[in-house]
């Protein structure tokens, strides 16, 4: 059974930095498309970034398209989410989330961090 164990998420003021890191246990995330999805509360989630294998394919939402930065080491079986130049809008809860068929696919999610950016 695959766990994912996001960290990293706190509270930084507008225009600083985190880095947040979903690591996997129970099988190795190799094979598999990764995500980060943000959820707002009262609203829809949204899919932030997608990396494929071996990082081939990245998507990022418009929103934080040069900002952010998805990166995956398989053979630490993590996944990051380098976030820069944080904006309050920014504030959400982040799920990583695995694919197993296709990228931004969601077939297993984490617990959750929470990111805050704030004055």
């Known amino acids: 059974q695959l766990q994912l164990v996001e960290s990293g998420g706190g509270l930084v003021q507008p225009g600083g930095s985190l880095r947040l890191s979903c690591a996997a246990s129970?099988?190795?995330?190799?094979?598999?498309?990764l995500a980060w999805i943000r959820q707002i509360p009262g609203q829809e989630r949204e899919v932030v970034s997608c990396?494929?294998?071996?990082?081939?394919?990245?998507y990022y939402t418009d929103s934080v398209k040069g900002r952010f930065t998805i990166s995956r080491d398989d053979a630490k079986n993590t996944v990051y989410l380098q976030m820069n130049s944080l904006k309050p809008e920014d504030t959400a809860v982040y799920y990583c989330?695995?694919?197993?068929?296709?990228?931004?696919?969601?077939?297993?999610w984490g617990q959750g961090t929470q990111v805050t950016v704030s004055s």
């Open positions: 129970g099988r190795t995330l190799e094979p598999y498309f």
């Open positions: 990396v494929g294998h071996s990082e081939r394919s990245t």
């Open positions: 989330a695995v694919g197993l068929w296709t990228l931004c696919g969601s077939d297993y």
